[in-house]
T-cell receptor, first 116, second 112 residues
Framework: GAVVSQHPSWVICKSGTSVKIECRSL??????MFWYRQFPKQSLMLMAT?????????EQGVEKDKFLINHASLTLSTLTVTSAHPEDSSFYIC????????????FGPGTRLTVT | AQSVAQPEDQVNVAEGNPLTVKCTYS??????LFWYVQYPNRGLQFLLK??????LVKGSYGFEAEFNKSQTSFHLKKPSALVSDSALYFC??????????FGAGTRLFVKA
């Protein structure tokens, strides 16, 4: 149980275009989802916390107009990287906590974004 | 401020030997502590957690961790390492306020 999927697993886009990444909890309902960014050989950097039906809470230094997060249902959150630039190239990982809030997070497999 | 320290960037161990991956934390309030493992180009997988109760917690794949309040540590251990245990391990802490702080990660290499 507790499976989180992410789509796509990898994407290449041109500079200036937008990319949407989907995160789904497959077998549980997630009131809270998190979006992380991971640089090579580095830890996870929390970008934002997403609660179903409300606006996401962004971490300091993360541009909310650039990284649009929508948590439309208890099983789906999306991250849209708008007007992508090469410096946005990274590994993006989502995670979710279930409705019962058993404290641990369940992570998606990640999305490798390359902006050319 | 809350923080998690993993003092070793890398741990090398021979297959069959015991392994320890260290973690110390600094939080106000009671900590919720976690270990996650990440395989190459994959998301993180939950290994184990300490919320309350017995200081020794057992998790997936034969791993265990001991919560030591006086030393503010939560070291990950396994009695006998496998080559397949080679991965990146993250310690994390949460004070129940939704936000989880991750350590920098420790890369474990198990040599056959």
């Amino acid at each position: 149980g507790a499976v989180v999927s992410q789509h796509p697993s990898w994407v290449i886009c041109k500079s200036g275009t937008s990319v949407k990444i989907e995160c789904r909890s497959l077998d549980f309902q997630a009131t809270t989802m998190f979006w992380y960014r991971q640089f090579p050989k580095q830890s996870l950097m929390l970008m934002a916390t997403s609660n179903e039906g409300s606006k996401a809470t962004y971490e300091q230094g993360v541009e909310k107009d650039k990284f649009l997060i929508n948590h439309a249902s208890l099983t789906l959150s999306t991250l849209t990287v708008t007007s992508a630039h090469p410096e946005d190239s990274s590994f993006y990982i989502c995670s979710a906590r279930d409705l019962g809030y058993t404290y641990e997070q369940y992570f998606g497999p990640g999305t490798r974004l390359t902006v050319t | 401020a809350q923080s998690v320290a993993q003092p070793e960037d890398q741990v090398n161990v021979a297959e069959g030997n015991p392994l320890t991956v260290k973690c110390t934390y600094s939080v106000s309030g009671n900590p919720y502590l976690f270990w996650y493992v990440q395989y190459p180009n994959r998301g993180l997988q939950f290994l184990l957690k300490y919320i309350t109760g017995d200081n020794l917690v057992k998790g997936s794949y034969g791993f265990e961790a001991e919560f030591n309040k006086s030393q503010t540590s939560f070291h990950l251990k396994k009695p006998s390492a496998l080559v397949s245990d080679s991965a990146l391990y993250f310690c994390a802490v949460d004070t129940g306020g939704f936000k989880t702080i991750f350590g920098a990660g420790t890369r474990l290499f198990v040599k056959a």
